[in-house]
């Protein structure tokens, strides 16, 4: 069955061609590390690493590489305004560097919660420092590049199909980068390439180049580490819809004018995530909700936001409220039920073709989501025997990644929550009723789920 999928560049669907038969070579814009990301950021991250899935479930060899940006990121998108390592440090009163290596750890947190896979290749933009001077020489000795007092530039004219990407009207774009003004800057959307640290400051990253002591634009670090890890396997490039009409269009503009050949066959977006009256989340709004604040501490399994984000497609905006996470919590306990209910131990089943042809047919429609629940449900409701429901839940959990064939498992409960345990086994022994009650929720009220059955009691982590 072919995979398509929806492709930025063409504005339609596509078969997925690799370079390379049977391999895939995948490139995901990693967090800027200047702040915890929030869940909207990683609702992109949650359709990368659907998209990793199923290319893996189809039979492809993966190459996944994610940067880490930790310099050259400035608080103004066309190159203006502070470096946002540089002023996270200022702000909390550490190095940059202290900065940047805690919020990278922080954002390895957020994807074991909501088990992302990692990727094959991390690559932070400060290890590449050499790579990406090599690939501004370049674009210097082909003419692309002017100097201005406060760094190198890549001169946008001298691109064809610069809008190739944003399918933007030039002028229009023109317009937009003129929000930030440079007066040196020869047209609006010429970006930089490598920014010269201020006069008489020192700043914490900075190194030196043939043209002056300073650090790299934001956009160059991508199409360095990219070509560096990734090499002849230029197959997908993925981000945020954000990125669309300057980062990404930037990364293509230097690449191909570097190598003169195409720089990734397929970009692919995904949709911003709204918080409750159709306002984007975003860290420069202050209004960002985190995995720890939102969704953890408030007794809720971090998977039960994996689970919301399926029931949109990726390429669709998604609101977030807090029914909406309650309902995706209890849908994924449900179906975390359904999964217990048709486990039988020592029983196994085979997967049926049917209904794996329903679910590949629907991921591989451009990663359609809410198609595969629904194929998942009526997989579940069918007539087939539990043990061959059992065998196909946990063959399309390898895509849905919500750790299905673990539901059964009980945690290591604290001292506290056991002592309530143990009393409340002996006030069900002696029948009574309401201390049993009293102290399921006390249970509750520490993090867990006591769920009676006649196989015994058994206790979940919310």
């Not at 609702?43 to 990368?48: A, D, G, H, L, Q």
């Not at 909501?114 to 370049?138: F, G």
């Not at 720089?263 to 995904?270: L, S």
Request: net charge neutral; hydrophobic share 35%.
């Amino acid at each position: 069955m072919l995979l398509m999928l929806f492709n930025t560049l063409t504005r339609k669907k596509e078969v997925f061609k690799p370079i390379i038969p049977s391999q895939a070579g995948l490139y995901t814009c990693g967090p800027t590390v200047y702040n915890f990301a929030h869940i909207g950021n990683l609702r992109t991250y949650i359709f990368e690493d659907v998209l990793k899935r199923v290319l893996i479930y189809n039979g492809f060899k993966v190459k996944h590489v994610m940067n880490i940006t930790d310099v050259g990121h400035l608080t103004g998108d066309r190159d203006m305004g502070e470096d946002k390592l540089e002023k996270g440090a200022e702000k909390e009163g550490k190095t940059a560097w202290e900065i940047a290596e805690f919020y990278t750890e922080a954002f390895k947190r957020d994807m074991k919660h909501l088990n992302l896979i990692a990727p094959d290749v991390w690559c932070r933009a400060t290890d590449t420092i050499e790579e990406q001077i090599a690939l501004i020489k370049t674009l210097e000795e082909k003419g692309y590049t002017y100097k201005t007092s406060d760094g190198i530039y890549f001169d946008t004219s001298k691109f064809k199909d610069y809008t190739k990407l944003s399918h933007q009207n030039l002028d229009a774009l023109q317009e937009g980068a003129r929000v930030e003004k440079n007066i040196e800057k020869r047209n609006p959307t010429d970006f930089a390439l490598w920014k010269f640290s201020p006069p008489g400051v020192k700043r914490q990253m900075e190194w030196d180049s043939p043209w002056g002591k300073g650090f790299p634009g934001w956009h160059i670090e991508c199409s360095a580490m990219s070509m560096k890890y990734l090499g002849e396997q230029l197959d997908i490039h993925c981000g945020g819809t954000d990125h669309i009409q300057v980062h990404h269009t930037n990364e293509i503009a230097q690449s191909e004018a570097a190598t003169g050949k195409p720089f990734f066959n397929y970009w692919m977006h995904g949709a911003f995530l709204n918080i409750e009256g159709g306002k984007k989340m975003a860290k420069s709004a202050g209004n960002f909700l985190t995995v720890e604040s939102t969704i953890i501490k408030k007794g809720i399994d971090p998977l039960a936001y994996r689970y919301a984000a399926f029931q949109t497609h990726y390429r669709n905006p998604m609101e977030y409220t807090q029914e909406s996470i309650s309902a995706a919590q209890n849908g994924l306990k449900h179906l975390q039920n359904q999964v217990r209910n048709i486990k039988e131990p020592g029983k196994t089943g085979t997967v049926s073709k049917e209904f794996k042809d329903k679910f590949l047919e629907a991921i591989n429609d451009d990663l359609n989501m809410p198609r595969a629940m629904a194929a998942v449900q009526e997989m579940l409701k069918s007539e087939m025997s539990n043990p061959d429901k059992y065998a196909a839940i946990l063959d399309f959990d390898q895509v849905l990644g919500l750790k299905l064939d673990s539901v059964d498992q009980q945690d290591t409960v604290p001292e506290e929550v056991q002592k309530l345990l143990d009393a409340r086994i002996k006030a069900r022994r002696e029948k009574n009723w309401a201390a049993s009650d009293q102290l399921r929720d006390e249970i509750a009220a520490l993090g867990y789920i006591v769920q009676d059955s006649r196989e015994g009691m058994k206790v979940i982590r919310k």
